[in-house]
C-alpha cells in the first residue's frame, strides 16, 4: 500500500506522510491497522492544521467572509442595512481571532447591549456565524453551544392612544413633514417600505401605493405589496411631493422622534404602524385586508401583535379625527 512499508528487524508496519512540511508516523503489527491509524492521523493533522491557518483571522475578518457567501446574495435590501448594524454592534469583538472567542468574552460582551431586538438579532447571527465555522472546520467547536441564552420575548410596540393620537394630529399642522407622518398613520407602512426619492412614481390613478423593500422574499425576488389610499390621503401626498423628496429614513425618524419628545409621547415611526392596525379595527375594516396592508401572511399575526384594545376609540372618533384620510374599502 502507499505510504505503507513493513520493517522486517522490527517485524512491524511503518505509515508515513508529508503534510505541508509535517512529517507524521505510525506503527502497527499489521499493515491494514497501519493504514487505519495513518488516515486518521492524516485527518486529524489536516483539521489540526486547517484551523491554526484559520485562527489567524479576526471575528471582523471572517463575519465579511461569512456574511459574502452566505447572507449577502440571497437577502433583500433592507435586511442588508439590518447586517450592516449587527456589524456596527459586533466591533468591540472584531479585534479577537475566531478561534480564541471563548464563552466568557461572548458573556461579557452581550452584558453590554441593550436588551432590544437589535441584541436578538446579534445573538442570533453571530450564532449562525460560528455555527458555519464549525461546519467548515474553522474553529472546534461553537461557544454558542455552552451558553444559555434566555429567550425573552419583547411585547410588541403600543399604537398611539386617541388621546396620544389627537395631540399628534394637533401638532402636525403646519409641520414640513405631516404629510409623511398621516401618511405612516393612515398604510401601516414599516419605516422603509416609503418610496421618498420617487413616490410619485409608486402612487398610480387609482390611488393604489405601491411600497418598496417589502420583508423577505420570492423565488429570489424583491417583495412589494399594494395599499389603496383614500381620495384625500393620496391628493395629499400629491401634492407635497417636493416633501417626500426632502427626507430619507432615518431623517424622518429622528425629526418624528424628536417632535414626540416635545410633545411627552413615548414613541416612534413603528408605533405608527400599531396604530394603523389597531385603527382600522375599530373603523371594522376588513381583517384579511388589514393583514394584506401590513404585509402579514396571515391576519392571526396581525391580531396578535400589531392590534390593541382602546375603550376611547371609536369609528366616529376616528373619523372625525382623521377627516377620512383612512380608505375603508
Not at 440571497?74 to 469583538?93: G, H, N, Q, V
Not at 464563552?103 to 452581550?110: H, N
Not at 413615548?266 to 408605533?271: A, H, L, P, Q, T
Request: charged share 30%; net charge positive; glycine share 2%.
Amino acid at each position: 500500500m502507499k505510504n505503507i512499508t513493513y520493517r522486517p528487524k522490527e517485524k512491524r508496519y511503518i505509515g508515513r506522510k508529508q503534510i505541508n512540511g509535517q512529517i507524521i508516523l505510525v506503527y502497527a503489527k499489521t499493515q491494514k491497522e497501519c493504514y487505519s491509524k495513518l488516515n486518521n492521523l492524516i485527518k486529524i493533522t489536516k483539521n489540526k492544521l486547517t484551523i491554526e491557518k484559520i485562527s489567524s483571522f479576526t471575528v471582523e475578518e471572517y463575519w465579511d467572509k461569512w456574511y459574502k457567501e452566505n447572507k449577502e446574495p440571497f437577502i433583500a435590501t433592507t435586511t442588508k442595512e439590518d447586517f450592516m448594524i449587527i456589524k456596527r454592534k459586533l466591533s468591540p469583538i472584531f479585534q479577537i481571532k475566531i478561534s480564541q472567542l471563548t464563552k466568557e468574552k461572548i458573556l461579557f460582551f452581550l452584558n453590554t447591549l441593550q436588551e432590544n431586538r437589535t441584541k436578538q438579532k446579534v445573538i442570533l447571527q453571530l450564532k449562525s456565524m460560528l455555527d458555519t465555522a464549525v461546519k467548515e472546520h474553522k474553529i472546534k467547536f461553537n461557544p454558542f453551544d455552552t451558553i444559555i441564552i434566555k429567550n425573552t420575548k419583547l411585547k410588541p410596540k403600543p399604537p398611539f392612544n386617541y388621546e396620544e393620537q389627537t395631540k399628534i394630529i394637533k401638532n402636525l399642522n403646519g409641520k414640513d413633514f405631516e404629510p409623511i407622518i398621516l401618511l405612516y398613520l393612515t398604510t401601516g407602512l414599516r419605516l422603509k417600505e416609503m418610496p421618498f426619492n420617487d413616490i410619485e412614481k409608486h402612487l398610480n390613478d387609482n390611488n393604489i401605493l405601491t411600497t418598496i423593500n417589502l420583508k423577505g422574499r420570492e423565488r429570489g425576488k424583491i417583495r412589494t405589496k399594494q395599499i389603496k389610499l383614500s381620495n384625500n390621503m393620496a391628493e395629499i401626498v400629491r401634492k407635497n411631493i417636493n416633501t417626500f423628496h426632502k427626507y430619507k429614513f432615518n431623517t424622518i425618524s429622528k425629526s418624528f422622534k424628536k417632535f414626540l419628545n416635545e410633545l411627552n409621547i413615548k414613541g416612534s415611526i413603528v408605533n405608527c404602524r400599531h396604530t394603523f392596525a389597531t385603527n382600522c379595527f375599530y373603523l371594522g375594516k376588513n381583517e384579511l385586508i388589514i393583514a394584506k396592508e401590513m404585509g402579514h401572511s396571515t391576519s392571526q399575526i396581525t391580531k396578535d401583535n400589531y392590534i390593541n384594545i382602546d375603550y376611547n376609540l371609536t369609528k366616529e372618533k376616528l373619523l372625525k379625527l382623521y377627516n377620512n384620510l383612512y380608505n375603508l374599502s
